[in-house]
């Protein structure tokens, strides 16, 4: 299992920020739910949770945080709706949404 830690391990943006949501794509395809939430940044850095955050109130897990800078190289290099990247010689298929949240305003990353 990652540590939380190292989901923000990646210093540079751009190929490194699509390294870091590999990691979090990686530690969803291990839940049911499979889906990635990264919620609106708060003191520089963004919440990842992992879970079914359209399900009952706690399905998300807190798994670590990305600074925004490595959480708008995320944003940048994918769209909304259908994502298909390869990353590290492996392929990730993936629906980006918004989501409100208690939390506050997130993007989620559904796993295809």
Known sequence: MLEESQLDDCPRPGEDCMHALATCLELALNTDDACVVIVEPSNDVCEVYIGNPW??????????????????????????????????????RFFRSFVQLALGSAVAFSIA
Do not use: H, P, W
Request: hydrophobic share 35%; net charge negative; glycine share 18%.
């Open 55 to 92: 399900g009952a109130e706690g399905g998300l897990e807190l798994r670590g945080t990305l600074s925004t800078v490595m959480t708008d190289g995320v944003l940048e290099s994918t769209a909304f709706g259908e994502n298909e990247f390869m990353i590290n010689g492996q392929r990730y």
